[in-house]
């Protein structure tokens, strides 16, 4: 690390649990999430740039399409925050190295955005404890304070209150990617149409699941998987519930829809069993690409 660069490497995640509450007036759902870091990570770098220069990005590595490199992109906007906080001109170029799917549920924009928080507070010496670096991260989005820890956590009401989810043993995942995303707002929206009908209760976290997680027990993990987003991410776009039949078909633990979709998750009992149902997957010619995975991994760190 020089004094004019600092790389921060940042995980995907995966949620074990999304539950949904109602729509508030405010157009917010209130949320129940159990997260867990997994091994596919994005590479940050930000680097110091000549005075008047601004921010500027750059994207590269596996998954680029649809990144903006402009000020949308939320790593800016995590760069500008910083600025704006403590009051300075922010010049720093941000070189993102993508493996993260993007648009697939798997938080990529948040990851890219703790990942700055991170890098800027090192390259800029500002002493961020925690719970400021968090607080930072929830104005970017709900994810990113989780995407600063990592492990696994619970995650409630907007984002803004986060707690570590005792949890034993380690988890092996199987990816099954679109090349095509899904937009976030449009799977909420189509949550909201699907449910309009029926009374949502106030969102609550697993018993069983934390009960599961304590106890290493991964087929009770599979078995207690739930995302209230699935049903919509499967009405927008229908493959994918193929997609889960397949992969429950070949001996998966349990499959979920991640987050807003469309990556499918599979849990499996071990890396062999990972092997032999990414290979099934390819082979049915449903699945567009596939990757493997484990977790809990660490939270954004500088490398
Ligand atoms: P989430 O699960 O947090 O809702 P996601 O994983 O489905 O999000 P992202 O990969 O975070 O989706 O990307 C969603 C959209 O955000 C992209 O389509 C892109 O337009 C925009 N975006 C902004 N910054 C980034 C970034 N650094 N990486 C990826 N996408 C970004």
């Not at 995590?78 to 697939?104: C, Q, R, T, W």
């Amino acid at each position: 690390m020089g004094n004019n660069s600092v790389t921060v490497r940042v995980p995907a995640k995966v949620n074990l649990q999304l539950s949904v509450g109602p729509r508030e007036s405010d157009g917010f759902h209130n949320l129940v999430s159990v997260f867990q870091a997994i091994s596919i990570f994005d590479d940050v770098t930000v680097s110091k740039s000549h005075a008047g220069s601004g921010v500027t990005i750059s994207v590269t590595g596996e998954h680029t399409h649809g990144v903006p490199e402009d000020h949308s992109n939320l790593a800016v906007k995590a760069a500008l925050l910083v600025g704006s906080k403590f009051d300075f001109a922010v010049d720093v170029h941000i070189e993102v190295k993508k493996s993260i799917p993007v648009a697939g549920g798997m938080a990529g924009g948040s990851a890219d955005a703790a990942a700055t928080l991170i890098a800027m507070d090192a390259l800029f010496q500002l002493d961020m404890s925690r719970e400021e670096l968090h607080a930072l991260g929830c104005e970017l989005g709900s994810d990113v304070p989780f995407m600063i820890s990592g492990g696994t956590a619970i995650g409630q009401g907007r984002g803004d209150q986060l707690t570590a989810a005792l949890s034993r043993g380690t988890y092996q995942w199987v990816l099954a990617l679109s090349s095509v995303g899904l937009s976030t707002p449009a799977v909420y929206t189509e949550c909201d149409r699907m449910r309009s009908e029926l009374d949502i209760a106030a969102p609550q976290v697993s018993d069983v699941l934390m009960q599961c997680l304590l106890a290493a027990d991964a087929i009770g993990v599979g078995n207690a998987l739930t995302n209230d987003l699935q049903n919509a991410a499967c009405s927008l776009r229908p493959a994918l519930s193929l997609v889960l039949e397949v992969g429950r078909d070949y001996g998966a633990l349990g499959a979920i829809v991640s987050g807003s979709g469309p990556t499918v998750a599979f849990l499996v009992a071990d890396e062999d069993a990972g092997l032999d149902l990414a290979v099934a997957l390819t082979a049915s010619g449903v699945v567009g690409s596939v990757t493997r995975a484990h977790g809990p991994v660490h939270g954004a760190k500088i490398i």
